[in-house]
């Protein structure tokens, strides 16, 4: 079983819409989770962490944890095509300060 | 102010060659990692080093090394290259306030093709 697990994708929304990104994670003692967003070429660029369950919003962008369904979701609202990249997932057990990614999700806005 | 550098950003080598990447960052964190995306955007951890302590992804060959020369620096050092090591290879840093809610910050990455 992957430490992290994600839905490859690719995933098309219409601009305006709302992206959902789902990933799910093994370890139960995990502690912290990140959002990553990866342009083709380009290096990963933290959106948002989140530690605790609930939500946590920025801007545009919503972190959701169930810590209990071992879940962390992303929601991108009135997504726009600069919004078209790879998501990671990345989860820090906290054990030895390790972190984990998912495969990431291609998402695709659609003008 | 580029806070995670990498260089060279392109890497073209034959089977068999060592070679070495540099990073180097200048945000102050205590703790750098080299990661590995495959061809499929995997990312995957190969080492993570502080002044404390260095943790080996097991599943990584002894050919790849770190180097860390000191807080700010961690290189790569990749022993008789194969084709298999074609990738890119990303640093990263991050400030332990504790454990388990570090942000990591990456690098630009370097693409290593072996030919």
């Known amino acids: 079983q992957k430490e992290v697990e994600q839905n490859s994708g690719p995933l098309s929304v219409p601009e305006g819409a709302i992206a959902s990104l789902n990933c799910t994670y093994s370890?139960?003692?995990?502690?912290?989770f990140f959002w990553y967003r990866q342009y083709s070429g380009k290096s990963p660029e933290l959106i948002m962490f989140i530690y605790s369950n609930g939500d946590k919003e920025d801007g545009r962008f919503t972190a959701q944890l169930n810590k209990a369904s071992q879940y962390v979701s992303l929601l991108i609202r009135d997504s726009q095509p600069s919004d078209s990249a790879t998501y990671l997932c990345?989860?820090?057990?906290?054990?030895?300060?390790?972190?984990?990614f998912g495969t990431g999700t291609s998402l695709t806005v659609i003008p | 102010d580029t806070a995670v550098s990498q260089t060279p950003k392109y890497l073209v080598t034959q089977m068999g060659n060592d070679k070495s990447i540099k990073c180097e960052q200048n945000?102050?964190?205590?703790?750098m990692y080299w990661y590995k995306q495959d061809s499929k955007k995997f990312l995957k951890i190969m080492f993570s080093y502080n002044n404390k302590e260095l943790i080996i992804n097991e599943t990584v060959p002894n050919r790849f090394s770190p180097k860390s020369p000191d807080k700010a620096h961690l290189n790569l050092h990749i022993n008789s290259l194969e084709l298999g090591d074609s990738a890119v290879y990303f640093c990263?840093?991050?400030?332990?306030?504790?454990?388990?809610?570090?942000?990591?910050?990456f690098g630009p990455g370097t693409r290593l093709t072996v030919l």
């Open positions: 990345a989860v820090n057990r906290g054990i030895s300060n390790q972190f984990y």
């Open positions: 945000l102050g964190h205590d703790t």
């Open positions: 370890d139960r003692g995990s502690q912290s």
């Open positions: 990263a840093s991050s400030q332990a306030l504790s454990r388990g809610t570090d942000t990591q910050y």
